[in-house]
C-alpha cells in the first residue's frame, strides 16, 4: 500500500539528501505501516510529487521524547516542532528510509488530470494501480527484465518490490 504525503519542500530536500529520516505527524491511520510507500507530494510553490521513499516505522511518542528523535532526525527546528505540536501531549515518527528523488516530478495538474487525485491536506491512501502509475510517470523503475546465467528471462519488482519487503 502506498500513501501520498504533502510535505514542505524544505523538508523534501533534507528527504532527498538523506538528511531527514523521520517525518512527524500530529496523527496517523493505523493503516500506515512498516514497508508502506510514502510518496512525497511537495507543497507550494512545487506543487508536484516529487519523490517517494519507504515506511521503515511508525512510532507514537510523548513529545518530550518525539523531539530527542525529531532534533537528530526530523530536520526541523525547536520552536517549529514545538509550534506544530501545541496542544497534543503525543506525536507520530514516521520512519524513512530509500528516499528517492523523481527525475520528472509529477505536477499537481497531470495528478488531477491523469489520475484523479487532488492534493492531500496532510496524507492520503493510494491504490497500488495509481502507485506504479505514479512512479512510471516520475521515471522510476518499478520493474526490469534481466537474463540469469542459464538464459532464463527474470523479471525484479524494482522499487515497489522494496516497498513490499
Known amino acids: 500500500m ?15 539528501d538523506g538528511l531527514k529520516t523521520v517525518e512527524l ?8 505501516s512498516v514497508g508502506s510507500l510514502m510518496l512525497i507530494y511537495e507543497t507550494t510553490p512545487t506543487k508536484a510529487v516529487t519523490g517517494a ?18 532534533e537528530r532526525e526530523g530536520g526541523i527546528l525547536r520552536d517549529a516542532f514545538f509550534a506544530y505540536f501545541d496542544g497534543l501531549e503525543d ?31 496532510s496524507y492520503r491512501e493510494i491504490p497500488d494501480h495509481l502507485t506504479a502509475a505514479l512512479l512510471r510517470h516520475g521515471q522510476i523503475s518499478i520493474g526490469h527484465q534481466y537474463s540469469d546465467t542459464g538464459g532464463r528471462c527474470e523479471s525484479d519488482a524494482g522499487f515497489l518490490r522494496l516497498a513490499a519487503a
Open 91 to 121: 506525536g507520530f515518527a514516521i520512519g524513512l528510509a530509500s528516499a528517492v528523488q523523481f527525475p520528472t516530478p509529477v505536477p499537481l495538474n497531470a495528478l488531477t488530470q491523469y489520475y484523479s487525485l487532488q492534493a492531500p491536506q
Open 53 to 70: 521513499a519507504v515506511i521503515t516505522s511508525v512510532k507514537a511518542m510523548p513529545l518530550r521524547s518525539l523531539w530527542g528523535l525529531a
Open 25 to 32: 505527524r500530529r496523527r496517523v491511520s493505523p493503516k500506515i
Open 2 to 16: 502506498a500513501y501520498l504525503f504533502s510535505i514542505k519542500p524544505e523538508y523534501c530536500a533534507q528527504i532527498f
